[in-house]
């Protein structure tokens, strides 16, 4: 048997399996219990959303990759993670959520297979956006099996849990990327950063039927087939001129894609207010938007995300490309960045019980003071200077972060009327990936613009960091004043 054959039948078996007997529900957070797989998923995840950054200037050499290819490395994941998202969630609760969950974790470690052997860049591409679908069929499963194995503290105490997963894979990312291209794996190098998610995959796979019970399809569930090629779609058509247009001196073809994208987007609106009339199910419930604390609540999520992903991808490259460092001492950089998260995440509960929502603010302008310093001193350094330098305003840009992200998501999801809180998740998540993967399309504009007006090498690398950073500082300064929107708004109103 084929090691695809393998993985798939493994998959299959995850659902009819016989199950491992539960002590009751909510009493399973040990080893032995069903959280350790379930957060397999999770971390997998959200480690290859990051992981790829410090790998990026490796990729781009061994694979004579284009910059072009090198941004849809690194954004054709959260694309497909966008794309596809609450389309997973449907899945799981038309077929069952252990079943989708496992044919995600097999499609996940098929696609990090074709990554980590990619011979040429469209092969890598193609890996990636693989990746990304087997993403969105695992993401939903989590927080829904999150939600219903677990009861009362033990649900606090995994939900925890998987916070803690989240950030741990996504700032922890760079150093593990780091070492594992810097240990150089019988020769395996940046492709290391792919398979180490094999024998991870695949232990949580062998032992998926043992841990997690059975969940059964949820009654009349459908599918807006539709609705899902139209947002699909409407996506690619706004990335592919993003991406490729600048490079290729902005074609006609490109003008008239981003046409399609906002004709695709009207018909989409379009489509979901028709279904939602008929009482059929739909995507995105158009009446979310008639709450205004909610709107801008999400136009700040996405503010914070055009500049999440896209300031590793830029910072990777500047430590590598601009400064030659190794991609270990890139991780390593990086990692004082996580540092200053964790501790303001931990203490972000207690600061946002005496500030509200002006937690998200504060968060932010540090967010935005610390780009702006990092700016200054990339400049006064120039090309000699060290690097570390800029490590003062990482560890800031960490604090930032950490009073900024879960504070936002809960009060965004707090402005949502109750009877639409699954539906509110759903989007509020499906932007963030969305965010994520438009970020790294236009700090390209911004980078590759003041890169390619030096002359190549270090010099243009680092002209590139900086255009970037005064790019990523408007966004997180316009966070802050969204959420000023958010506070002068009337109370939600009950729909």
Not at 297 to 324: D, K, P, R, V
Not at 330 to 343: D, N, P, Q, R, Y
Request: charged fraction near 10%.
């Amino acid at each position: 048997m084929t090691s695809s054959a393998k993985i798939a039948a493994l998959a299959s078996a995850a659902d009819t399996a016989p199950i491992a007997a539960h002590a009751g529900r909510g009493s399973c957070l040990g080893p032995a219990g069903p959280l350790p797989v379930i957060l397999a998923g999770t971390f997998m995840v959200t480690l290859d959303f990051f992981i790829v950054n410090v790998a990026v200037p490796s990729i781009q050499q061994d694979l004579h990759a284009s910059d072009a290819a090198v941004q849809w490395v690194a954004a054709a994941y959260g694309l497909a993670y966008a794309a596809m998202l609450i389309c997973g969630g449907r899945l799981g609760d038309m077929f069952g959520r252990r079943r989708m969950f496992g044919l995600g974790l097999a499609g996940f470690i098929l696609a990090s297979t074709v990554c980590g052997l990619a011979a040429s860049p469209a092969l890598m591409i193609s890996g990636r956006i693989a990746q990304g679908l087997a993403a969105a069929m695992i993401s939903p499963q989590v927080l829904a099996m999150l939600g219903t194995l677990f009861v009362d503290q033990a649900r606090t105490r995994a939900f925890s849990a998987y916070g803690l997963t989240l950030g741990l894979a996504a700032v922890g990312g760079q150093l593990i990327g780091g070492l594992l291209i810097n240990a150089d794996i019988a020769g395996t190098g940046w492709r290391s950063c792919f398979l180490i998610n094999l024998p991870v995959g695949l232990l949580a796979l062998a032992l998926l039927s043992r841990r997690i019970p059975h969940t059964a399809p949820l009654p009349g569930q459908k599918m807006d087939t539709v609705g899902v090629l139209l947002v699909a779609s409407a996506m690619a058509a706004l990335m592919v001129p993003l991406i490729q247009g600048r490079e290729l001196g902005w074609p006609l073809w490109t003008i008239a894609m981003l046409a399609v994208a906002a004709a695709l987007t009207a018909a989409f609106i379009l489509h979901q207010r028709h279904r939602a009339a008929q009482a059929q199910p739909v995507l995105l419930d158009p009446v979310l938007f008639t709450v205004k604390p909610f709107a801008f609540g999400l136009a700040a999520t996405l503010g914070y995300y055009l500049s999440n992903a896209s300031f590793f991808l830029i910072l990777a490259l500047y430590l590598q490309n601009g400064h030659g460092q190794a991609p270990l001492q890139s991780g390593l950089v990086l990692t004082i960045l996580g540092l200053g998260f964790f501790a303001t995440t931990l203490a972000a509960p207690r600061l946002e019980r005496r500030l509200g929502k002006q937690i998200i603010a504060v968060g932010a302008l540090t967010m935005t003071f610390s780009l702006l310093m990092m700016w200054f001193t990339s400049r006064s350094i120039g090309l000699e200077g060290n690097p570390l330098l800029i490590a003062p305003w990482l560890l800031l840009d960490g604090l930032g972060m950490g009073l900024l992200m879960a504070p936002l998501a809960s009060a965004v999801l707090a402005s949502a009327p109750p009877q639409h809180a699954g539906t509110a998740a759903g989007l509020m998540t499906t932007l963030q990936q969305l965010g994520n993967a438009l970020g790294i399309a236009l700090i390209g504009l911004a980078f590759y613009a003041a890169h390619n007006a030096q002359a190549s090498g270090a010099a243009a690398t680092v002209a590139g960091f900086e255009a970037g950073l005064l790019y990523l500082a408007l966004l997180t300064a316009s966070v802050a004043a969204l959420v000023q929107g958010m506070r002068s708004l009337e109370p939600v109103n009950r729909l």
